[in-house]
């Protein structure tokens, strides 16, 4: 099977000798030649032929599989549509010469449902590791990027689903639950009462009327679908050829998000005995409740909408001197969540994939949403210094422009274990008590008449009780006592600078997957994959660049020195 592939990749990239000089200068530096010669030779086809049971796969086949992986590639960059990627593969001489296709034949025609198709091969499969996961490894293996400081951001993912409101998401799961039951050719469709039907539009064709209703007929109308949803959910519970179908499933989630039981409490349903349930507010309606039937994965975040958030994590290149660069930035990881999970979730998922690389940074660098208490234990235990500002105090300008707090818990002398011992003055506390339950609470005691004579006492945390003066706090508020006091250092501020960079990194993938401002795609799976390949198409790109400004400061170098 290596064979066949090595054989079909001496295929591709052959310039036809008829072509100009010019021509073939042009076609030399083509991002199709240099997207054959950088990935072609790395991605591992076996997993994908693998998956093609019962089908005999030699020869073409093979080349063209790594053709159609090299097609995706070539689609993400350039964010292109399945449609305008089957237009491009037609008229574009240098892709087809690349992937050694024979230029206006039956090689170059492929159809949308192949490009869609093949896509879900990788996600069904989880295919894009095995097939994809040495080419970040070549990468870094060949260019050694400098990665002592890593930076990382994320940015929210509209879903391209349409909004619903809550009777429109109620008619189209119960009316699509119907169509797909009354095609299954199931006896028990006998069952469905003919008025639920009516209602639904099953019997003939019908117009969305509950969607059109007037306001003042909206709760009449709601309170309807909710006793039809409690109707179909436990009127065919146990019966596994109909709870097994995707679309009962829906049913079944948008009822138990938006509806709940009235406790011993029956109704009477299309004749049928049934539990009675209401309809719950929208503030108890979780985060997590679909949307829109056509995509359950895309959950709701309040300031961002329904879609998903993804997160990108790439080093931080030397600084440029007289306009050479002198390193190359790399994406080393990517992650993808659904809308309501927080962003601080990806920070460990960034560090298994840094050292699943063999990278070992000594800082990380991310807005104040990454900055938590175990985000940073986490980065201590893997010897990573995380920069990342407390919320409500970022800084801004230099070090100098930025006034510290008048007081705060690090002005008192603590020891390891975030036990304070002394006051800003020296003062040495009487006592010191830790909550012996969790650890987590101290009570320091100081003199109550020392303190009342401090000229500092009303700027003091300090408080002044019957017979002493006591200063309560907890762990966490000590950590973040900590976190702030470095904010205010030159070292992260500097640091802290360089995280603008990876804005610029977060809006070129979010034009390349959504060029229209909603994702081309649904579902988690898919969203993960596409990603994925738009950061190697990415990488690619930096790739290209990195290698002509070399080539250009070579050629600058050689001209000088004659």
């Known amino acids: 099977m290596a064979d066949l592939k090595e054989d079909c990749i001496s295929q591709f990239g052959s310039v036809p000798s008829h072509w100009p000089p010019s021509k073939a200068k042009d076609y030399e530096f083509s991002l199709e030649r240099l997207m054959v010669l950088k990935i072609a030779p790395i991605i591992n086809i076996a997993p994908l032929m693998a998956t093609y049971k019962g089908k005999e796969i030699i020869g073409r086949p093979t080349r063209n599989l790594v053709s159609m992986c090299l097609l995706m590639v070539y689609q993400l960059f350039n964010g292109l549509t399945d449609k305008a990627t089957r237009e491009a593969l037609e008229r574009n001489l240098f892709l087809q010469t690349a992937l050694g296709m024979e230029p206006h034949s039956d090689e170059t025609i492929i159809a949308v449902r192949s490009l869609w198709g093949f896509r879900d091969r990788f996600v069904k499969y989880d295919l ?32 391209n689903m349409k909004k619903m409101g809550r009777i429109e998401l109620c008619f189209s799961v119960i009316r699509g639950f119907l169509r797909r039951f009354s095609r299954s050719g199931s006896y028990l469709w006998k069952r469905v009462p003919e008025g639920l039907q009516q209602r639904y539009g099953i019997l003939k064709k019908s117009v969305n009327v509950f969607s059109m209703a007037e306001k003042k007929d909206r709760k009449l109308f709601m309170e309807a679908m909710v006793d039809d949803l409690s109707f179909l959910v436990h009127y065919f519970v146990g019966n596994w050829s109909i709870t097994g179908m995707d679309e ?16 011993d409490e029956w109704v009477k349903i299309w004749g049928v005995k049934t539990p009675k349930a209401r309809l719950l507010p929208g503030s108890e309606v979780l985060a ?4 829109n039937p056509s995509d359950g994965e895309a959950t709701y975040s309040r300031h961002k909408g329904a879609g998903y958030t993804w997160h990108i994590l790439e080093n931080v290149p030397p600084p440029t001197i007289g306009g050479e660069a002198r ?11 659904p809308a309501n999970e927080h962003e601080s979730g990806f920070f460990p998922e960034a560090l298994e994939d840094l050292i699943s690389l063999n990278v070992e940074p000594k800082y990380y660098v991310a807005d104040a949403s990454f900055g938590s208490s175990e985000n940073d234990a986490l980065a201590e235990e893997n010897k990573i210094k995380l920069i990342s500002p407390v919320n409500g105090n970022t800084p801004r300008g230099g070090a100098s422009d930025i006034p510290p707090p008048k007081m705060s818990l690090t002005r008192f002398g603590f020891d390891d274990n975030l036990a304070i011992h002394t006051c800003p003055r020296g003062r040495k506390a009487m006592t010191t ?39 309560t706090y907890t762990k966490e508020e000590m950590r973040l006592a900590i976190r702030r006091k470095e904010q205010y250092e ?30 081309r795609y649904r579902g988690l799976a898919k969203m993960k994959f596409v990603l994925e390949i738009g950061v190697i198409a990415e ?8 290698e002509s400004r070399v080539a250009r400061a070579m050629a600058k170098a050689t001209k000088a020195r004659k």
């Open 433 to 471: 008590v830790q909550d012996t339950e969790n650890g987590q609470k101290f009570r320091a005691e100081f003199k109550r008449g020392v303190c009342s004579a401090c000229p500092k006492n009303g700027d003091c945390l300090v408080k002044i009780v019957k017979s002493s003066a006591v200063l």
């Open 288 to 291: 997590t409740a679909p949307r």
């Open 248 to 263: 009962w499933q829906k049913v079944e989630r948008v009822f138990n998000d938006q509806c709940a039981l009235v406790k």
């Open 327 to 337: 390193g190359i930035a790399l994406i080393l990881s990517c992650g993808i969540k």
């Open 490 to 519: 030159a070292l992260f501020i500097e640091l802290y600078c360089l995280r603008s960079g990876v804005e610029a990194s977060v809006q070129k993938l979010e034009k390349m997957l959504c060029p229209t401002g909603r994702v």
């Open 539 to 546: 990488n690619l790109r930096r790739i290209i660049l990195y």
């Open 128 to 159: 894009f590791a095995p097939v994809f996961g040495e080419v970040l490894d070549d990468f870094i293996a060949r260019y050694n990027p400098n990665c002592t400081i890593v930076r990382g951001d994320g940015t929210h993912a509209n879903s």
